[in-house]
Protein backbone atom coordinates (compact mmCIF):
# COMPACT_ATOMS: atom_id res chain seq x y z
CA UNK A 1 0.00 0.00 0.00
CA UNK A 2 1.30 3.57 -1.21
CA UNK A 3 2.14 5.82 1.87
CA UNK A 4 -0.33 9.11 2.40
CA UNK A 5 -0.04 11.97 0.81
CA UNK A 6 0.49 14.39 3.69
CA UNK A 7 1.76 18.02 1.72
CA UNK A 8 1.10 19.33 -1.81
CA UNK A 9 2.29 22.08 -3.34
CA UNK A 10 0.49 23.37 -6.53
CA UNK A 11 1.49 25.90 -9.05
CA UNK A 12 -0.79 27.94 -11.22
CA UNK A 13 1.09 29.33 -14.15
CA UNK A 14 -2.46 30.19 -15.88
CA UNK A 15 -4.72 32.82 -15.50
CA UNK A 16 -7.83 32.21 -17.47
CA UNK A 17 -10.87 30.47 -15.47
CA UNK A 18 -10.08 27.21 -16.88
CA UNK A 19 -6.40 27.45 -15.60
CA UNK A 20 -6.91 28.68 -12.44
CA UNK A 21 -9.70 26.46 -10.86
CA UNK A 22 -8.12 22.29 -10.85
CA UNK A 23 -5.48 24.12 -8.99
CA UNK A 24 -7.86 25.81 -6.62
CA UNK A 25 -9.93 22.19 -6.77
CA UNK A 26 -7.24 20.32 -5.76
CA UNK A 27 -5.94 22.83 -3.54
CA UNK A 28 -9.62 22.13 -1.13
CA UNK A 29 -9.74 18.68 -1.72
CA UNK A 30 -6.23 18.63 -0.04
CA UNK A 31 -7.56 20.12 2.77
CA UNK A 32 -10.76 18.82 2.86
CA UNK A 33 -8.78 15.50 3.01
CA UNK A 34 -6.10 16.92 5.47
CA UNK A 35 -3.74 17.23 3.61
CA UNK A 36 -1.48 20.52 3.93
CA UNK A 37 -1.83 22.68 0.65
CA UNK A 38 0.17 25.33 -0.54
CA UNK A 39 -0.44 27.34 -3.98
CA UNK A 40 2.42 29.02 -5.45
CA UNK A 41 1.08 31.42 -8.08
CA UNK A 42 3.34 32.17 -11.09
CA UNK A 43 3.41 34.44 -14.51
CA UNK A 44 -0.28 34.89 -15.50
CA UNK A 45 -1.38 32.73 -12.37
CA UNK A 46 -0.74 35.51 -10.22
CA UNK A 47 -4.87 36.88 -11.93
CA UNK A 48 -6.16 34.56 -9.59
CA UNK A 49 -4.71 36.90 -6.57
CA UNK A 50 -4.57 40.06 -7.53
CA UNK A 51 -7.17 42.22 -5.77
CA UNK A 52 -9.02 44.19 -9.40
CA UNK A 53 -8.76 41.05 -11.64
CA UNK A 54 -9.64 37.76 -9.98
CA UNK A 55 -13.53 38.31 -10.28
CA UNK A 56 -13.03 38.78 -14.18
CA UNK A 57 -11.05 35.60 -14.94
CA UNK A 58 -12.28 34.10 -18.50
CA UNK A 59 -12.05 31.27 -20.14
CA UNK A 60 -9.74 30.61 -23.04
CA UNK A 61 -11.46 30.01 -26.19
CA UNK A 62 -8.35 30.60 -28.85
CA UNK A 63 -5.78 27.48 -29.07
CA UNK A 64 -7.67 25.65 -26.51
CA UNK A 65 -8.72 21.94 -27.98
CA UNK A 66 -10.38 21.03 -25.42
CA UNK A 67 -13.38 23.58 -26.72
CA UNK A 68 -13.91 21.81 -29.74
CA UNK A 69 -14.24 24.74 -31.87
CA UNK A 70 -11.41 25.86 -34.61
CA UNK A 71 -9.33 28.49 -33.54
CA UNK A 72 -11.12 30.98 -35.87
CA UNK A 73 -14.38 30.71 -34.38
CA UNK A 74 -12.65 30.88 -30.75
CA UNK A 75 -11.31 34.27 -31.92
CA UNK A 76 -14.31 35.82 -32.47
CA UNK A 77 -15.82 38.78 -30.53
CA UNK A 78 -17.63 38.08 -27.37
CA UNK A 79 -16.62 33.72 -27.68
CA UNK A 80 -14.83 33.81 -24.56
CA UNK A 81 -17.52 35.84 -22.83
CA UNK A 82 -20.08 33.02 -24.36
CA UNK A 83 -17.84 30.40 -22.80
CA UNK A 84 -16.75 32.24 -19.65
CA UNK A 85 -20.76 32.49 -18.96
CA UNK A 86 -21.61 29.10 -19.51
CA UNK A 87 -18.93 27.53 -17.49
CA UNK A 88 -20.08 29.77 -14.42
CA UNK A 89 -23.62 28.80 -14.81
CA UNK A 90 -22.01 25.15 -14.73
CA UNK A 91 -20.22 25.89 -11.85
CA UNK A 92 -23.16 27.50 -10.17
CA UNK A 93 -25.01 24.38 -10.48
CA UNK A 94 -22.33 22.33 -8.92
CA UNK A 95 -22.12 24.93 -6.20
CA UNK A 96 -18.28 25.38 -7.10
CA UNK A 97 -17.69 28.98 -5.92
CA UNK A 98 -16.19 31.92 -7.85
CA UNK A 99 -12.02 32.36 -7.70
CA UNK A 100 -12.44 35.18 -4.97
CA UNK A 101 -14.62 33.29 -2.43
CA UNK A 102 -12.53 30.19 -3.12
CA UNK A 103 -9.25 31.45 -2.49
CA UNK A 104 -10.49 32.68 0.75
CA UNK A 105 -12.06 29.25 1.74
CA UNK A 106 -8.97 27.65 0.94
CA UNK A 107 -6.93 30.17 3.06
CA UNK A 108 -9.65 29.92 5.83
CA UNK A 109 -8.93 26.06 5.70
CA UNK A 110 -4.86 26.79 6.67
CA UNK A 111 -3.98 26.56 3.01
CA UNK A 112 -1.01 29.12 1.94
CA UNK A 113 -1.03 31.15 -1.02
CA UNK A 114 2.46 32.47 -2.44
CA UNK A 115 3.34 34.95 -5.10
CA UNK A 116 6.35 34.57 -7.17
CA UNK A 117 8.85 36.89 -6.73
CA UNK A 118 10.31 36.93 -9.87
CA UNK A 119 7.44 37.50 -11.33
CA UNK A 120 5.93 40.31 -9.05
CA UNK A 121 9.22 42.39 -9.66
CA UNK A 122 8.36 41.78 -13.51
CA UNK A 123 4.95 42.88 -13.56
CA UNK A 124 5.55 45.88 -11.19
CA UNK A 125 2.80 44.61 -8.55
CA UNK A 126 3.20 45.40 -5.37
CA UNK A 127 1.52 43.81 -1.78
CA UNK A 128 -1.68 46.41 -1.91
CA UNK A 129 -2.31 44.71 -5.67
CA UNK A 130 -2.82 41.27 -3.84
CA UNK A 131 -6.08 39.97 -2.09
CA UNK A 132 -6.13 39.41 1.64
CA UNK A 133 -5.17 36.21 1.58
CA UNK A 134 -2.12 36.23 -0.14
CA UNK A 135 0.40 34.81 2.76
CA UNK A 136 3.91 35.86 0.99
CA UNK A 137 5.63 36.77 -1.89
CA UNK A 138 9.04 34.31 -1.97
CA UNK A 139 11.34 33.03 -4.15
CA UNK A 140 11.64 29.81 -6.11
CA UNK A 141 13.80 28.74 -4.09
CA UNK A 142 12.28 29.42 -0.85
CA UNK A 143 9.26 27.50 -2.49
CA UNK A 144 11.12 24.59 -2.93
CA UNK A 145 12.22 25.28 0.83
CA UNK A 146 8.64 25.46 1.61
CA UNK A 147 7.78 22.14 -0.39
CA UNK A 148 10.19 19.70 1.24
CA UNK A 149 8.36 16.67 1.59
CA UNK A 150 5.29 17.38 -0.94
CA UNK A 151 4.03 16.28 -3.70
CA UNK A 152 4.35 19.03 -6.38
CA UNK A 153 1.83 19.58 -9.05
CA UNK A 154 2.14 21.98 -11.67
CA UNK A 155 -1.38 23.35 -13.53
Known amino acids: MAD ?11 GSLDGVYPGLIMANGARMEGIEAQLFFTFFGLEA ?3 KRQTHLKVATVGNPAMHIPTLLGGLPGMSAFATHMMKKEMDKLDIPPVDEFIE ?3 DAG ?7 ATVDMF ?3 DDDFCD ?3 EVIT ?3 FY ?6 QIIFT
Open 4 to 14: KIEKVSIIISK
Open 49 to 51: VLK
Open 105 to 107: MIH
Open 111 to 117: GTLYGCR
Open 124 to 126: HLT
Open 133 to 135: EMD
Open 140 to 142: VGE
Open 145 to 150: EKSAGA
